[in-house]
């Protein structure tokens, strides 16, 4: 390549159109030329790094790079293997259970049946009746329903219960 054929070519090599024998020849005058060398970095510094030949590689330092990134792969692969896999599904369950647990506490927290109050047991004698086992007639209010509670004084083991709701009765 002549010196002005190459300020020519200037351009076209920093824009990266060349094509390969046209960019080796390009590189070539300018390893060999030192004034067109000069003018090259004067117009791009750059091109102090296009004028160095690039040493051939040294095949044993390659296997030996090539030997080193294989043994780092294996290794990252043996510890991915070896960790502990993640259990998403196991995550998600532990929240429906915490969203279940909460939804019965707050139902139960909220819950509009009260306790039956102290005051609403009272006992029952029916008056002109033959005597029958000691009866306690508990009201349960907000319910709509009446327990009654059948037991006898010897037999404390044995009761009865009735559920009775009001308006069926006559």
């Known amino acids: 390549m002549q010196c002005s054929e190459f300020h020519d070519t200037l351009e076209q090599y920093l824009d990266d159109v060349l094509d390969e024998s046209r960019r080796e020849s390009f590189r070539g005058h300018l390893r060999a030329c030192p004034e067109c060398r000069s003018w090259a970095i004067g117009v791009e510094p750059t091109m102090v790094f296009a004028a160095v030949e690039a040493p051939a590689p040294n095949p044993d330092r390659v296997a030996a790079c090539t030997a080193s990134v294989m043994a780092q792969i294996r290794q990252q692969r043996l510890a991915r293997d070896l960790r502990p896999r993640r259990r998403r599904w196991l995550a998600a369950a532990a929240a429906v259970l915490a969203a279940v647990v909460g939804g019965v506490g707050w139902w139960v927290a909220h819950d509009d049946r009260s306790p039956v109050p102290a005051a609403a047991v009272e006992a029952f004698d029916p008056s002109g009746q ?41």
């Open 130 to 170: 033959p005597p029958l086992p000691p009866r306690v007639q508990v009201n349960m209010p907000g319910e709509g329903v009446r327990v009654y509670q059948f037991a006898d004084d010897e037999d404390h083991d044995t009761a009865m219960y009735y559920i009775v709701n009001p308006a069926l009765e006559s």
